[in-house]
Antibody, heavy 121, light 106 residues
Framework: EVQLVESGGGLVQPGGSLKLSCAASGFTFSGSAMHWVRQASGKGLEWVGRIRSKANSYATAYAASVKGRFTISRDDSKNTAYLQMNSLKTEDTAVYYC????????????WGQGTLVTVSS | SYELTQLPSVSVSPGQTARITCSGDVLGENYADWYQQKPGQAPELVIYEDSERYPGIPERFSGSTSGNTTTLTISRVLTEDEADYYCLSGDEDIRVFGGGTKLTVL
C-alpha cells in the first residue's frame, strides 16, 4: 500500500524557517518525482515545487511565489522528501501536501494527508 | 506563467449532468488532470491525460479537451459527488492548478 506521511508543520513567526518531511512507503521512492502542494484555509490548491529522481539529476523547480525562499530535497536512503521553508510570510500559512509522479507525464496519483503550517506573530 | 481558469461554482440536481470547465493556453500543448477534494480531505485523482479515468473512479466521470479548454463531465450526478474539483496542467518544469469549482448537488 502506497503511503505518504507529512510531518514538521507548526507555528512559526514571520521571517522564520521550518522544514517539512514526507515519508514514503509502498512504492519505489527513488524512481519517483516528489511534489509539494499547499492550500490556504478556504482557498484553492497551489503547486509549490518538485524534485525529480536521481536519474533526472534531482532537478528541482518551484512556483514563483516561493522561489528563492523554499528548497526541496530528498534522501532516497530514507524514502523521504523535504521542504525547507525560509523567510516565511503570513501568506505561506497553509496545509502542505506531498504527492508523487512516477513518470514525468503521469498524474499525482497518491497524496499525503497534509501538515499545517501557520506563520503568525 | 501559466493560468487555468475555472468557474467558482456549478450547481446541479441529482441525476443531472454536471460539466466543469477549465481554460488556459497551456492546455493547447499539455495534458490536464482533474482532482476531487471533499472537506477536510486530501485531493484525489479523478481524470488524467485529459480523458483517462483513474482506476476505481465511476464511469459517470469523463474528461475531454478541445483547444484550450478541458471539461470534466459527471453524468447522473449523486449527492456524494458534491466536492471541489481542480484541473491541473503545465509543462515539464511548472505545474499549475485551476482555481477550483465547487460542485453543489441541490
Amino acid at each position: 500500500e502506497v503511503q505518504l506521511v507529512e510531518s514538521g508543520g507548526g507555528l512559526v513567526q514571520p521571517g522564520g524557517s521550518l522544514k517539512l518531511s514526507c515519508a514514503a512507503s509502498g512504492f519505489t521512492f527513488s524512481g519517483s518525482a516528489m511534489h509539494w502542494v499547499r492550500q490556504a484555509s478556504g482557498k484553492g490548491l497551489e503547486w509549490v515545487g518538485r524534485i525529480r529522481s536521481k536519474a533526472n539529476s534531482y532537478a528541482t523547480a518551484y512556483a514563483a511565489s516561493v522561489k528563492g525562499r523554499f528548497t526541496i530535497s530528498r534522501d532516497d536512503s530514507k524514502n523521504t522528501a523535504y521542504l525547507q521553508m525560509n523567510s516565511l510570510k503570513t501568506e505561506d500559512t497553509a496545509v502542505y501536501y506531498c504527492t508523487r509522479r512516477d513518470h514525468p507525464t503521469r498524474p499525482f496519483d497518491y497524496w499525503g494527508q497534509g501538515t499545517l503550517v501557520t506563520v503568525s506573530s | 506563467s501559466y493560468e487555468l481558469t475555472q468557474l467558482p461554482s456549478v450547481s446541479v440536481s441529482p441525476g443531472q449532468t454536471a460539466r466543469i470547465t477549465c481554460s488556459g493556453d497551456v492546455l493547447g500543448e499539455n495534458y490536464a488532470d482533474w482532482y476531487q477534494q471533499k472537506p477536510g480531505q486530501a485531493p484525489e485523482l479523478v481524470i488524467y491525460e485529459d480523458s483517462e479515468r483513474y482506476p476505481g473512479i465511476p464511469e459517470r466521470f469523463s474528461g475531454s479537451t478541445s483547444g484550450n479548454t478541458t471539461t470534466l463531465t459527471i453524468s447522473r450526478v449523486l449527492t456524494e459527488d458534491e466536492a471541489d474539483y481542480y484541473c491541473l496542467s503545465g509543462d515539464e518544469d511548472i505545474r499549475v492548478f485551476g482555481g477550483g469549482t465547487k460542485l453543489t448537488v441541490l
